[in-house]
T-cell receptor, first 114, second 110 residues
Framework: ETGVTQSPTHLIKTRGQQVTLRCSSQ?????VSWYQQALGQGPQFIFQ???????GRGNFPPRFSGLQFPNYSSELNVNALELDDSALYLC?????????????FGPGTRLTVL | QKEVEQDPGPLSVPEGAIVSLNCTYS??????FMWYRQYSRKGPELLMY????GNKEDGRFTAQVDKSSKYISLFIRDSQPSDSATYLC??????????FGTGTRLQVFP
């Protein structure tokens, strides 16, 4: 069984640029959630994708967008990068979107915006 | 006021000590309570999960939820250096959107 994988591991961008982060869900999982973890903080929910549709969104502006593909892998896109977007971006997969259902986290992508 | 409050530490204890980690919350609609462990440069890993109030034990770990006080705890018995990590509490209402605390950094020294 393959766990959740994310790419790239690290990324450096400049303010105003756009970035795409990728996540492969654990085998058998059809739900992917994205979280932003700033340094010294807990993860914050960005949005969730279930069967290729957005299924809930946190308090993030529209320049944060996502996609889920038929194989349930997912992308997080961030446009017009700001310095405060520097963070660890985590994706988590689960077998279906249900309260209390275990979410398995990937190792994250560390984004630095200069 | 944040929905979930957690002391960031760091908490430094000798090997073998009992560790107590806590979170308070303000949203009475939270029903699901979790503790995650996060090692440096890794994603969070689920340690304990509790629905509603009560206690749950798993090996050296015990989770407690007191909904009347809006307070949750994680106890680690016989702490080991390998337990050194950041411990995150997380909660959710009737969805699987998790609300995390800031995390408590724990260091167990030999």
């Amino acid at each position: 069984e393959t766990g959740v994988t994310q790419s790239p591991t690290h990324l450096i961008k400049t303010r105003g640029q756009q970035v795409t982060l990728r996540c492969s869900s654990q085998s058998g999982h059809n739900t992917v959630s994205w979280y932003q973890q700033a340094l010294g903080q807990g993860p914050q929910f960005i949005f969730q994708y279930y069967r290729e549709e957005e299924n809930g969104r946190g308090n993030f502006p529209p320049r944060f967008s996502g996609l889920q593909f038929p194989n349930y892998s997912s992308e997080l896109n961030v446009n017009a990068l700001e310095l405060d977007d520097s963070a660890l971006y985590l994706c988590a997969s689960s077998s279906f979107p249900a309260p209390g259902n275990e979410q398995f986290f990937g190792p994250g992508t560390r984004l630095t915006v200069l | 006021q944040k929905e979930v409050e957690q002391d960031p530490g760091p908490l430094s204890v000798p090997e073998g000590a009992i560790v107590s980690l806590n979170c308070t919350y303000s949203n009475s609609a939270f029903q699901y309570f979790m503790w995650y462990r996060q090692y440096s440069r890794k994603g969070p890993e689920l340690l304990m999960y509790t629905y509603s109030s009560g206690n749950k034990e798993d090996g050296r770990f015990t989770a407690q939820v007191d909904k009347s006080s809006k307070y949750i705890s994680l106890f680690i018995r016989d702490s080991q250096p390998s337990d050194s990590a950041t411990y995150l509490c997380a909660m959710s209402e009737d969805t699987d959107k998790l609300i995390f605390g800031t995390g408590t950094r724990l260091q167990v020294f030999p």
